[in-house]
């Protein structure tokens, strides 16, 4: 069993980090039957449109595996997420595009460009945002301090820059672009806290990937209770919540055109703190 806790960065007070070190999570969820939605902004949405090339840099990070908790920690994730839903296509990102973690959850299709070390034909990859790389004030920008503002890079995880140049390359020059993200299933929620101080995970987002808003209510009806941005992808409600009934979850997007859904079937009666949960439906 994954704790949630992790050395990286947090921005967090210091009695949630306390609350949050102690967490932990199984690696199942609980699959709902789909409901129906409460809301008829829940329904289809329209698709991401994927942007223009951008320049950047990428390097690489961390154990040559790609996965376990020093590829997410930053926003949240832990080993058992970046196994099962992202696997090795992650990348931290610097400071412009972890948008004090607006950009956990992001994807982003990236190329090798103008070097010697890019493998044959740049070929690209997408990889999902799920960390920070943090600037390193020690160094030049150009010497070292690869993710020092306001560069745009991409500290990967090795498996996924090997995809694009040699490994003695070290830094590579980029062209990179946002792209929908492709996810299988709904959106997933992961439990902590208590019925008093709710901590909701959101991963598993499609379309632009990324969660500017959340509210939740009772699958039963009533008012929706807005939540506040914690850190990363965690998001808190402090009201009196009642296990007895579902929740159900109201999410609006960070990246313009922003657009919201309702998961009406989030997390069942009975829910329990430590678990994860599994809606019908996402940003398709």
């Not at 320049?55 to 997420?81: E, K, L, Q």
């Not at 070390?117 to 790389?133: A, D, E, H, R, Y």
């Not at 313009?256 to 859904?261: A, L, N, V």
Request: charged content about 10%; some cysteine.
């Amino acid at each position: 069993m994954a704790s949630r806790a992790n050395p990286a960065i947090f921005f967090l007070a210091a009695f949630t980090l306390a609350q949050v070190a102690t967490a932990g999570f199984t690696s199942d969820f609980w699959q709902q039957q789909p409901q129906p939605d409460p809301s008829p902004n829940g329904g289809a949405v329209k698709p991401y449109k994927t942007s223009d090339w951008h320049d950047g840099s990428a390097t690489f990070y961390g154990d040559p595996s790609g996965i376990g908790d020093d590829f997410g920690g930053a926003c949240g994730y832990v080993s058992n997420d970046i196994v099962s839903l992202y696997s090795a296509a992650t990348a931290a990102l610097s400071t412009p595009l972890f948008s004090d973690g607006n950009g956990c959850g992001q994807c982003y299709e990236i190329r090798c460009v103008k070097s010697p070390w890019c493998n044959p034909g740049s070929p690209s990859v997408i990889i999902t945002g799920t960390n920070l790389c943090p600037p390193n004030w020690y160094l030049a920008s150009d010497n070292g301090g690869w993710c020092n503002p306001p560069r745009q890079h991409f500290d990967m995880a090795p498996p996924s820059f090997l995809k694009l140049a040699q490994r003695v390359a070290g830094i590579v020059p980029v062209q990179f672009r946002r792209v929908p993200c492709q996810r299988t299933g709904g959106v997933r929620f992961c439990l902590q806290g208590n019925h008093y101080w709710l901590l909701l995970y959101v991963m598993n987002v499609g379309g632009a990937g990324d969660v500017a808003a959340l509210s939740v209510r009772s699958s039963n009806g009533g008012n929706w209770m807005q939540a506040a941005h914690n850190w990363g992808i965690t998001y808190q409600v402090f009201a009196a919540l009642d296990n007895t009934a579902g929740l159900a979850v109201k999410l609006t997007t960070f990246s313009s055109p922003q657009q919201t859904i309702v998961v009406g079937d989030a997390i069942p009666a009975w829910w329990i703190t430590g678990l994860c949960y599994q809606g019908s439906n996402n940003f398709y």
